[in-house]
């Protein structure tokens, strides 16, 4: 299962998913934006489910729709520039309820309706923002710092059953989020020793952690980063 | 039309393993030549390291014995190594020693086969342009570079340094596109763990914390296959933790 699925990194971890020869549901709150991604999944039997994860009965619909999982990856989520001065109760609000909240509770309900496998690979997306500072994110930053509280406490209850729960923490990609911004691009390029990752770069990541190749890998996240960040 | 090759593929690349006789590094060798690697492995004990070239997949792989506590075993190795894609620094030696007992004989052992070898070896490569454009260096360092167990300070000590040295080394050679990474494993069934049981440790209780239980020597290999292969081209200066969840409750008795 694919969240975040329509656009970004949650649609390309999908498509080459699929290339890889997994079975996919993919969910994405866009409707005919996730009909474009599934439109571009090789192979028979995945499945789309349009919905919004913040909600909880839209979760709850969600984990109805899946059984016997091998592999979760939650790439849902949203960043927003706010230095901490002028940071309201609202938009704290909505970093809480989509960066933290949905992915956790999506897992709490599919562990719950058994619906992932034994040795299966639960993937939070986090970013190398959850391990530094960066000026103006700190809304962003401590909702993907507090995904890695859950995930080294989950991975440890899910052990038993050698389910493994890993998060994956990209820097900067150059994405089409980022054309408006080609000076900040230029400057984030210039502070990466092997430059700007890409969303393939990403997504092999993503399939490392996701095959039995990381089977022994759990409570921990894979940085990558092109040497930025310490 | 372009063959798009497969970027976990070991296909094309000439990889170099040291302390390829035993354990980790013996393992890594096979899954690399398993993967597509032109494998060049080194290790002190002439049989052990035949009998890994015997279980090598392909052909076309070259062994040579060398002890790389000397410099004329790592200048024997760059001399026959021809541009290597990917070099994965295995051998090492453990040796339980509590601290107090500890003299700079054990230091020095243990850092010249741990530390200096590695890092030697690797500036012997570069200095002669073995490593090409793009190629992945990867020291096996080990969990007690971070955990320090019981009457493990030079080891763990000489484990520490390999993450320093690789994050300087990582910006010296971003700009010719190399990589260089640690990975950093817990306790693995390795011939050297079992050395160190058999030297007095009880080690069964400490094997007993692991969440997913001990680790094969194929789960270190499967990650330097990633770590080697493009797929992780744009991963440098990282150390990967390895260790089937120990390190996520690590309280002192880890």
Not at chain 1, 1 to 27: E, N, P, Y
Not at chain 1, 46 to 54: I, M, R, Y
Not at chain 2, 204 to 211: E, N, R
Request: charged share 15%; proline share 3%.
């Amino acid at each position: 299962m694919v969240t975040g699925a329509s656009s970004g990194l949650g649609q390309h971890i999908a498509i080459r998913f699929a290339q890889r020869g997994a079975r996919l549901i993919i969910t994405g709150r866009d409707k005919s934006r996730l009909q474009t991604t599934y439109d571009q999944l090789k192979g028979e039997g995945h499945v789309q489910v349009t919905a919004n994860l913040t909600i909880a009965e839209e979760r709850t619909f969600l984990a109805k729709s899946a059984s016997n999982l091998n592999g979760l990856v939650h790439c849902a989520g949203i960043q927003k520039h706010c230095p901490i001065r002028q940071l309201s109760e609202q938009l704290m609000t909505e970093m809480y309820q989509v960066n933290f909240l949905a992915p956790v509770m999506l897992t709490q309900s599919l562990l719950q309706a058994n619906a992932i496998a034994q040795q299966g690979s639960i993937l939070f997306m986090l970013s190398t923002a959850a391990h530094i500072g960066t000026r103006g994110l700190g809304p962003y930053s401590a909702m993907k710092s507090g995904l890695i509280g859950i995930i080294k406490c989950l991975a440890l209850e899910q052990a038993k059953r050698k389910i493994r729960v890993n998060g994956i923490s990209p820097s900067v990609i150059a994405t089409p989020m980022w054309d408006v911004h080609q000076e900040l691009l230029t400057q984030q390029k210039a502070r990466h020793p092997l430059g700007l990752g890409t969303l393939d770069d990403v997504a092999n990541g993503a399939i490392y952690m996701l095959s039995d190749a990381s089977r022994w890998v759990t409570g921990t996240s894979l940085v990558m980063d092109g040497g930025a960040v310490i | 039309m372009s063959v798009v090759q497969d970027p976990f593929s070991l296909s094309g690349k000439r990889v170099l393993v040291t302390g390829a006789s035993s354990g980790i590094g013996r393992q890594i060798a096979i899954t690399c030549s398993q993967m597509g690697a032109q494998v060049v492995i080194s290790g002190r004990n002439p049989e052990r390291l035949q009998a890994t070239a015997a279980a090598l997949h392909g052909e076309g792989h070259i062994a040579i014995t060398a002890d790389l506590s000397q410099q004329e075993g790592i200048d024997q190795l760059v001399a026959v190594s021809d541009t290597l894609h990917g070099v994965v620094h295995a051998a090492g030696i453990s040796k339980l020693v509590p601290f107090r007992l500890i003299n700079k004989q054990h230091l020095t052992d243990i850092f010249d086969s741990n530390t200096f070898a590695p890092m030697l070896l690797t500036r012997g490569l570069l200095a002669k342009k073995r490593i090409a454009q793009n190629g992945s260096i990867l020291f096996i360092s080990a969990l007690s570079s971070h955990s320090g167990a019981l009457a493990t300070s030079a080891y763990a000590a000489s484990k520490s340094a390999l993450l320093g040295a690789m994050r300087s080394l990582a910006l010296e050679i971003a700009k010719q596109g190399m990589r260089v990474n640690c990975i950093a494993p817990g306790y693995v069934h390795t011939p050297m763990l079992d050395g160190l049981g058999q030297g007095g440790g009880n080690m069964d209780a400490l094997f007993d914390l692991t969440p997913l239980g001990m680790g094969e020597p194929e789960d270190v290999a499967y990650a330097s296959v990633f770590y080697l292969a493009d797929a992780s081209r744009w991963i440098t200066r990282n150390y990967f933790i390895l260790d089937g969840g120990l390190s996520t409750p690590m309280d002192i008795y880890a």
